[in-house]
Nanobody, 121 residues
């Protein structure tokens, strides 16, 4: 039984920081590409960042320099540190696990968490 459980969302002031976590079980965590996606109201999910089994990372342009994706293979946990937050970052953030496709495409990922809300104001 695969589970991805996000935590760490919440309300933060403009310019603040948050670190999201995604605890996983039921997958060989170290072998998967792990991604963070955001979904703003009324829009589809957009890839924010990904880290593959080798530790290579990719970021959407708006996240470069402000966000850091990382993982702890011993804890089967994925992280996303976000700094200098802006109201445009307000969204539900999802973690996802998968491999074999473009990092920013939803259908690359077979497993998804339930999401955690981030609100910047």
């Amino acid at each position: 039984h695969v589970q991805l459980v996000e935590s760490g969302g919440g309300s933060v002031e403009i310019g603040g920081s948050l670190t999201l976590s995604c605890a996983t079980s039921g997958i060989t965590f170290r072998s998967y590409s792990m991604g963070w996606f955001s979904q703003k109201p009324g829009l589809g999910r957009e890839g924010v960042a990904t880290i593959d089994g080798f530790g290579s990372t990719n970021y959407v342009d708006s996240a470069k320099g402000r966000s850091t994706i990382s993982k702890d293979n011993a804890k089967n946990t994925l992280y996303l540190q976000m700094n200098s937050l802006d109201p445009e970052d307000t969204a539900i953030y999802y973690c996802a696990a998968g491999y074999g496709g473009a990092w920013y495409l939803e259908n690359t990922y077979a497993y998804w968490g339930q999401g955690t809300q981030v609100t910047v104001s």
